[in-house]
Nanobody
Framework: QLQLVESGGGLVQAGGSLRLSCAAS????????MGWFRQAPGKEREFVAG????????HYADSVKGRFTISRDNAKKTVYLQMISLKPEDTAVYYC?????????????????????WGQGTQVTVSS
C-alpha cells in the first residue's frame, strides 16, 4: 500500500516557477515508478512526466520538455516536479501517481489507468 500527498501548487504569473512535491508513505516506495499527470477543467487527465525507480529512465510530455524536470529522492520517499517558464496553458490540477516498476511501465507510462496509486492533487494556476 502506498499513500501519496502532493504539495507546492499555487498561483504564479506566466514565466514564473513552482516546485511540486509528492511525499509517499509506505516502505516500498523505491520499487515504484512515479508519474506526474495534470487535468484542466473539461479536459482529460494527461501525462506530464515519469521517472523509474532508479531515475535511470525519465519521460516528458512534449509540451513540457525543457521547462519541467522530474526527480526523486528514495531516501525521503519524495518525487519532485520542478516547473519553470510556466504558461497559462499549464494551469491544471497536478497529480502524482505510482506504479510498480515493471516492464509495463516502460511502455505504458503515459496511460493513467496503468497507475495503482494516486494523490489528491494540487492546483497550479498560471496567470497571463
Amino acid at each position: 500500500q502506498l499513500q501519496l500527498v502532493e504539495s507546492g501548487g499555487g498561483l504564479v504569473q506566466a514565466g514564473g516557477s513552482l516546485r511540486l512535491s509528492c511525499a509517499a508513505s509506505g516502505r516500498t516506495f523505491s520499487t515504484y515508478a512515479m508519474g506526474w499527470f495534470r487535468q484542466a477543467p473539461g479536459k482529460e487527465r494527461e501525462f506530464v512526466a515519469g521517472i523509474s525507480w532508479s531515475a535511470g529512465t525519465i519521460h516528458y510530455a512534449d509540451s513540457v520538455k525543457g521547462r519541467f524536470t522530474i526527480s526523486r529522492d528514495n531516501a525521503k520517499k519524495t518525487v519532485y516536479l520542478q516547473m519553470i517558464s510556466l504558461k497559462p496553458e499549464d494551469t491544471a490540477v497536478y497529480y502524482c501517481a505510482a506504479e510498480l516498476d515493471g516492464s509495463t511501465w516502460y511502455t505504458g507510462h503515459r496511460v493513467p489507468q496503468l497507475y495503482d496509486y494516486w494523490g489528491q492533487g494540487t492546483q497550479v494556476t498560471v496567470s497571463s
